[in-house]
Structure formats: structure tokens, C-alpha cells
């Protein structure tokens, strides 16, 4: 005969063994479960448990482009997708929204269901990109929002020809191991405050870590005067926004820029996981605070070596 | 001066050094292309088929042309004065690129094909020019025909290993040191500058000889 307690810790032996296998797999390593060579880069999809990411190139976290819980998938997994909504603190209703740089397709599906009469134009150099976050990361399209594959330069381009402007235009061309160095370009950061409405405003995923740090704050400013930084002390990433500046004069009180929309947002952004309070606090005005050398030199299109600047 | 049988004579080794810098040239020229077109045909991978595309077009071009003027009264003079012509046709990418390309924008949507007529416009003449030296320095090089195959590969080796210093220098060290437009000027001065210093030395040399021996050049 066993004992009650043998019994019940035999029970609780299993139980514990059982869980501890059920969370195994998902703990252990990271799948593949799709991988291909596009013309730009060789491009996976991995699933780790819950996790799914895009990645470029290597199976390293560090070149992470886009990534998505599935049992969450309107939750941002990204902190810097984050940041890049602050542009929605300023301007709650973007009417015409530009992407560049499409990932895994998940900003244009935070988007779409925060701003479902937006328009969003996603454009992406790599087709194949495109077909992943068709097929892996429910990236949705309809009448308002198209995935076009075309060099990000060169849509801004036409579509200045065409004249049309945006209410919001996010930059997020730039992964960890190659930049588009020509979008990065005192002439093209030109050719996108034409293409932003009068209150329009841009928000761009940047560098914060290498000596581009100084170089791109430095660009930005030339073309839009004082910008906001907006960054989270957790990871190494810094958005950089900045509004158009024919129509707009800078303010750099960020409670009284973002006052009305700190709470009027609270709960529609809580469910992407972004707490609006904490991303008005993320956000500071180069006005008070230029960290970077006054000498620094521009990026312009006949200097531009920010892959070379960006090694160390 | 006495015909010397060695090919590392003075002579020699200035057009050996003339082969070097145009092929460090070309590959430097090459290299920017891709950033020069960049701002209004991007930097898919098409704007590199159409770089690569007309480089090597315009060079099999350069050699038929360089071949076939060079069994016309071949002189250094005349292989300065290409160097002279080639300096000449790449100023226009510093000067005029920009209308250039934004009126192929205006007129060609598809950036395949604005790319091409792009590097075409820009590219093609400059590089046809500096294709037509390298026969041209084989004719000048090769004595008799027995070494007309040494000779000939020790000029590929020689302007083909200044292609490949040309393209890590200008990628690696002349774009973050200097402006596209800065690199491409020099280039060019350098260019005429050798061709300018060839002509005066074929006029000296050829002076010296008809006042020494009075016999005519025998390149």
C-alpha cells in the first residue's frame, strides 16, 4: 500500500515532469520552417515556441526583422515598433500613411487595426519579403493597403512627381548588417519632407550605437531643425521623429505637444502592448539635449559611407 | 637610345605603369557608378546589370577600336593623346549627371531600363576610350612576335591588378575619405595628366634620337 503522501507526490513528480516536457520543445530550440534566397539576402523564418521571426541572412537575434507572437499577433514584439508610434501622439489620425521597409508586414497590421480608414503604402525593394509576410506573418492587404516592390528612393521620386504627400511616412530600410546608404542622404531626407503633409511627420528607425549615431543626428537636424528622439533605455535602439518644418515650429515641451493624445490613446494602444504615458516620457527634443559633436559632417549623396561608419 | 631586348626598360615600364592606372580607373569609375545612380534608379539588383552591362560593352568595344588604331603609325603621342580623350569624357559625369539622369527619370519609368540609358549616357564613351588602351599599349610593348603572348599577359596582369586596387581602395578608404564627385575629378586629372607627360616624352625622345642617330622612333 502507499502512503497518501507517496501517492500525491508521485502525482506531483509527474505533473511536474509532464509540464517540464510540454515545455521543452518550446524552450529548446528555435525551428525552421522556412528559408529562401532572394536576390538581396537569404531570408528564414523561425519559429521558437510562440515566437515566430523573420530574419536576414544568419540565424543570429541580431538580424531580426519582424517578429510576432501567434497566439498574440497584434501585440508588438518589437521596442522600436513602439517608439515608432509616438508619431501618433502628436497626429492621432494619419490619413495617408507611407512604410519603408516592409519586414514581416506587422506595422502595416498594427496600423490597419488602430486606423482602419488609412491608407498605407508599404514599399519594399525585396519581392521575396513581400510573399513571406504573405504567407507567414498575416500581412493583410485590401483597396488601402499595398505592399510595392520597388527601391525606397525611388517611390519617394515618383510619388513626388505625382505629387502625393503623406500624413505619416516611417523609415524602417535599415537592418543590422547592410544600409541603404542612399536613403540615408541629406538630398533624400529632402525629397521626404516634400512628400509630408503640412502636419505631416516622420518617424525613422536609426542607428544609436556606432559612429553613425552622429553622422545620421547630424543630417536630420540640417533638413529639419530641431527633431524628437524617442528611446527606451532597454535596448539599443533610437527613433528618430521629426515634423515637417515649413509648417511647424518646433516645441520642445513634450507634455504639451502630446497632452491631448497621451490619454486618448491609452487604451487603444494597450493592446499592441504600448503604454502611451511611458511613450511620451521616451520622448525628448534635440533642442535641449544635441549629444553630438557640432563639426559633425552630413550625409549627402556624394558622401554617404554609412556601412563603413556603422562597423564598430 | 639603344633598342633594349628587356621589357623593363624605362619605356616599358611607363606604359606598364599608364595600363595600371587605366585599370585602376575603370574599376574606380565602375564602383561609383553604383552610387552615382543610386538616388534616382536605386540600388536594386538591375542597376548593377546595367553598370556591369555597359562597362564591359564599352571595353569590348575600346579593344576592337584600340586594336585597329594601332596598326596605324602607332606612338606614344598618339596613346597620350587617348589618354587625354578618355581624362576629357569623364568630366561630364561631375558636371552633368544630375540633369542628365533626372531628365531619363522624367522620360523612363522603368528603372531597368532609366538605369541603362543612364550609364550608358554617362559611362559608355569614357569607358570605350579607356578599353581602346589596352591593345594600344601591346603594340607598343611587343618587339617581335615570338613575346607578343608574354607581353600581352603581362599587361592584362598588370591593368588588371590595377582594376582590383582600384575597386578595394575606392570602396573601402576613397568613399569615406573624399565626395564621389572629388575621386572622379582626380581620376580624370590623373588620366591627363599621364597622357600629357607621354606625348612630351615621346617629343623629347623622339627629338634625341633624330638629333642623335637620326634614325626615326621603332616602337
Not at chain 1, 513602439?82 to 500613411?97: A, D, R, V
Amino acid at each position: 500500500m502507499f502512503s497518501h503522501n507517496t501517492i500525491n507526490n508521485v502525482i506531483m513528480t509527474s505533473l511536474g515532469l509532464l509540464l517540464i516536457l510540454m515545455l521543452l520543445p518550446q524552450q529548446a530550440s528555435a525551428k525552421v520552417i522556412h528559408k529562401e534566397r532572394s536576390l538581396y539576402r537569404n531570408i528564414l523564418v523561425e519559429d521558437k515556441g510562440d515566437l515566430r521571426c523573420l530574419k536576414f541572412n544568419v540565424k543570429s537575434s541580431k538580424t531580426q526583422q519582424s517578429c510576432f507572437l501567434k497566439s498574440q499577433p497584434e501585440r508588438l514584439y518589437f521596442n522600436y515598433t513602439k517608439l515608432l508610434l509616438s508619431s501618433l501622439l502628436i497626429n492621432p489620425n494619419p490619413e495617408k500613411i507611407l512604410v519603408v521597409g516592409l519586414g514581416g508586414g506587422t506595422m502595416s497590421n498594427t496600423l490597419h487595426q488602430l486606423l482602419p480608414n488609412s491608407q498605407i503604402d508599404n514599399v519594399e525593394i525585396d519581392n521575396s519579403v513581400i510573399k513571406v509576410a504573405r504567407e507567414y506573418f498575416h500581412f493583410f492587404e485590401n483597396d488601402n493597403i499595398k505592399a510595392i516592390s520597388q527601391d525606397g528612393r525611388v517611390f519617394v521620386k515618383r510619388a513626388l512627381l505625382k505629387k502625393q504627400q503623406y500624413d505619416w511616412i516611417i523609415l524602417d530600410a535599415f537592418n543590422g548588417d547592410y544600409i541603404p546608404e542612399h536613403l540615408m542622404t541629406k538630398e533624400f531626407l529632402e525629397e521626404i519632407k516634400k512628400l509630408l503633409t503640412p502636419n505631416g511627420i516622420l518617424t525613422a528607425n536609426t542607428f544609436s550605437v556606432s559612429k553613425l549615431y552622429d553622422y545620421e543626428s547630424a543630417t536630420y537636424k540640417a533638413v529639419f531643425g530641431d527633431f524628437y528622439q524617442v528611446r527606451n533605455l532597454k535596448n539599443s535602439n533610437r527613433v528618430i521623429l521629426a515634423m515637417n518644418p515649413e509648417y511647424n515650429k518646433h516645441n520642445a515641451d513634450i507634455n504639451n505637444l502630446t497632452k491631448a493624445n497621451v490619454e486618448a490613446l491609452k487604451q487603444a494602444l494597450k493592446q499592441f502592448g504600448v503604454d502611451t504615458h511611458f511613450l511620451a516620457q521616451s520622448m525628448s527634443s534635440t533642442q535641449n539635449a544635441e549629444d553630438w559633436p557640432k563639426n559633425t559632417p552630413l550625409l549627402t549623396d556624394q558622401f554617404a559611407p554609412a556601412n563603413l561608419l556603422n562597423i564598430d | 637610345m639603344p633598342a633594349s631586348n628587356k621589357s623593363l626598360n624605362p619605356f616599358n615600364l611607363f606604359i606598364y605603369c599608364l595600363a595600371f592606372t587605366s585599370g585602376f580607373s575603370i574599376m574606380g569609375i565602375e564602383l561609383l557608378a553604383g552610387r552615382i545612380l543610386a538616388p534616382f534608379f536605386g540600388s536594386s539588383v538591375h542597376i548593377w546589370g546595367s553598370i556591369i552591362t555597359v562597362f564591359m560593352l564599352s571595353l569590348s568595344l575600346g579593344y576592337l577600336f584600340g586594336g585597329k588604331l594601332s596598326t596605324k603609325s602607332a606612338s606614344l603621342s598618339r596613346y597620350g593623346l587617348i589618354f587625354i580623350l578618355a581624362s576629357i569624357t569623364i568630366l561630364p559625369v561631375v558636371t552633368s549627371s544630375q540633369w542628365l539622369m533626372e531628365s531619363i527619370f522624367l522620360t523612363i519609368e522603368d528603372s531597368r531600363y532609366g538605369s541603362l540609358l543612364a550609364s550608358t549616357v554617362l559611362f559608355f564613351i569614357p569607358t570605350v576610350i579607356l578599353g581602346m588602351l589596352s591593345p594600344y599599349s601591346v603594340r607598343l610593348l611587343v618587339t617581335n612576335s615570338n613575346e607578343s603572348g608574354q607581353v600581352a599577359g603581362k599587361l592584362y596582369f598588370v591593368s588588371t591588378l590595377g582594376s582590383a586596387l582600384g575597386t578595394i581602395i575606392t570602396s573601402f578608404y576613397f568613399v569615406m575619405w573624399f565626395e564621389i564627385n572629388t575621386i572622379i575629378v582626380s581620376f580624370s586629372l590623373i588620366l591627363g595628366l599621364l597622357g600629357l607627360l607621354a606625348v612630351i616624352v615621346d617629343k623629347i625622345s623622339l627629338n634625341n634620337t633624330s638629333t642623335a642617330t637620326g634614325s626615326t622612333c621603332d616602337v
